[in-house]
């Protein structure tokens, strides 16, 4: 069975950093592209930050500069470090694994709640 499960998120004051993690299990982490995605009231889900099987990182313009994506494969877990938040960032954020042609295997989280608020 596989399981995507997200943490770290919460309530942040504007100007503030919060470190997502999503730990993987029932695939072969290693082989997965992993992407951050988050949706917020209203708007549709879009992609934040990916990093390929092979360590390549790409970002959505409206983040780059701010956040960070990683991953460990020796932990199956894949994570997004995210500076200098503003509410324009408040969303639920999702991680999502995908393998193979179009993404033919594809995988998602449960989400977790990202608040940027004073």
């Known amino acids: 069975q596989v399981q995507l499960v997200e943490s770290g998120g919460g309530l942040v004051q504007p100007g503030g950093s919060l470190r997502l993690s999503c730990a993987a299990s029932g695939i072969i982490f290693s082989i997965y592209d992993m992407g951050w995605y988050r949706q917020a009231p209203g708007k549709q889900r879009e992609l934040v930050a990916a990093i390929t099987s092979d360590y390549r990182p790409s970002y959505a313009d409206s983040v780059k500069g701010r956040f960070t994506v990683s991953r460990d494969n020796a932990k199956n877990t894949v994570y997004l470090q995210m500076n200098t938040l503003g509410p324009e960032d408040t969303a639920v954020y999702y991680c999502?694994?995908?393998?193979?042609?179009?993404?033919?295997?594809?995988?998602w989280g449960q989400g977790t709640q990202v608040t940027v608020s004073s």
């Open positions: 999502n694994a995908a393998f193979g042609p179009n993404s033919a295997r594809a995988y």
